[in-house]
């Protein structure tokens, strides 16, 4: 299974430009229930503005949110991670770069995102099912 099997899609991206106004990537983010921005130019990925950035350096550093755009505080060039790429491959490069999110590209443009929330969500869907084999080839379970 590659990531581009698991990944959201473009068409669910919360993207935005370099010079979206803070508050207004803090609304769209409340909005789309999402913790994070990617800021792009066209279909490439240029950085990505976290819920955590946000807090840290514009709440927690005093600046001035109102007069702070989406470049004063994402990470550039951010981590990101081909489409083709493999599983448990992902796994290990989100747990060696300390993310919770990659932008996926193809061909080296944007073409979706996976985030630590949505491995979850599918390693307990897969968990389900494994149980639910489990389950059929054995006696009921009945605890004491």
């Keep these: ?21 803070i508050q207004e990537l803090a609304k769209m983010m409340e909005d789309r229930m999402v913790g994070s921005v990617i800021v792009a130019d066209g279909d490439s990925v240029e950085g990505i503005v976290t819920d955590r950035d946000i807090a840290l350096k514009c709440v927690g550093a005093g600046g001035s949110v109102s007069e702070m755009k989406a470049k004063d505080v994402m990470t550039e060039k951010p981590f990101t991670v081909d489409a083709n790429t493999g599983v448990y491959e992902l796994f290990r490069k989100m747990h060696e770069h300390g993310v919770r999110r990659a932008p996926i590209v193809d061909d080296g443009k944007l073409s979706g995102i996976i985030t630590f929330d949505d491995l979850l969500v599918l390693l307990e869907d897969e968990m389900h099912e494994l149980s639910e084999i489990v389950r059929a080839g054995s006696p009921p379970y009945t605890p004491a």
């Design 1 to 21: 299974m590659t990531v581009r099997d698991i990944a959201r899609p473009k068409d669910e991206l919360v993207t935005a430009t370099i010079d979206t106004p």
